[in-house]
């Protein structure tokens, strides 16, 4: 049975820095492209970050753009989201999710199966 399970979030000061981890079972995390995406309470989900099969292509949305770094590690099967210099606008659940089509995945859009979320708060 395909899953994804994210981890790695918490409470963390604005400035600070988390990791968040999003592990595969059940299929092969290398044939895929991988997306995080976050939802804020009260707004719609956004795409955060996307990194092609192979790791030689990435998309990052311009808020995040030089704070936020996306890395696979396809012999663990698992996909990192490293969050430096958080903010409070930062704060939502934090979900990672695949694409067979790389189009999907850099257009934030389309994508084929979700992990349940991490969440990740940045407050003072």
């Known amino acids: 049975q395909l899953q994804l399970v994210e981890s790695g979030g918490g409470l963390v000061q604005p400035g600070g820095s988390l990791r968040l981890s999003c592990a595969a079972s059940?299929?092969?995390?290398?044939?895929?492209?991988i997306g995080w995406f976050r939802q804020a309470p009260g707004k719609e989900r956004e795409g955060v970050s996307c990194?092609?099969?192979?790791?030689?292509?990435?998309n990052s949305a311009d808020s995040v753009k030089g704070r936020f770094t996306i890395s696979r590690d396809n012999a663990k099967n698992t996909v990192y989201l490293q969050m430096n210099s958080l903010k409070p606008e930062d704060t939502g659940i934090y979900y990672c999710a695949v694409s067979l089509v790389f189009r999907r995945c850099v257009s934030f859009n389309g994508m084929d199966y979700w992990g349940k979320g991490t969440l990740v708060t940045v407050s003072s």
């Open positions: 059940g299929f092969t995390l290398a044939d895929y492209h």
């Open positions: 990194i092609s099969s192979s790791g030689g292509s990435i």
